[in-house]
């Protein structure tokens, strides 16, 4: 899904990337993202836990969702090309859904070589639970040496 060099210079105000489809959130994976990021919340993995505060089940842990879109953005434009990258979380995701990856570039700064990007993490059913921006850069890294530094 990586954005290639030539297709990165064409990037357009408007434009949608690929976007990146996710297997439903399972508890297994649940269990393994509160081990892997000491979120152990249980409120993300004990059902009793989840229905004595009201809900129905339980949910997803806030960070899961980033952890994709982040995975959306480099796979998107590698890492090196990321400058910044801000979210919020605006719903919970529940376990069982299938969360979908989106972008879109808001703005091209060609004088900078680089875009901004809206983005969003988006269920089946049309619930958005993270939205984000980000910067990322258009073109390669200069090898080029400023007049400056070459004296």
Known sequence: MTITDSRLGALEIGQTLPSLELPAISRTTLALFAGASGDHNP????????????????????????????????????????????????????????PTCTGTVTAVDEAAGTADVDLAVTLADGTVTVTGQATVACRPPSTETHPEEAS
């Open 43 to 98: 409120i993300h993995i004990d059902l009793d836990n989840a229905r004595s505060a009201g809900l129905d089940d339980v949910f997803a842990q806030g960070m899961l969702s980033m952890g994709y879109l982040g995975r959306y953005l480099t796979e998107c434009f590698g890492q090196e090309r990321l400058h910044t990258w801000s979210v919020r979380f605006t719903s919970i995701t529940p376990v069982h859904a299938v």
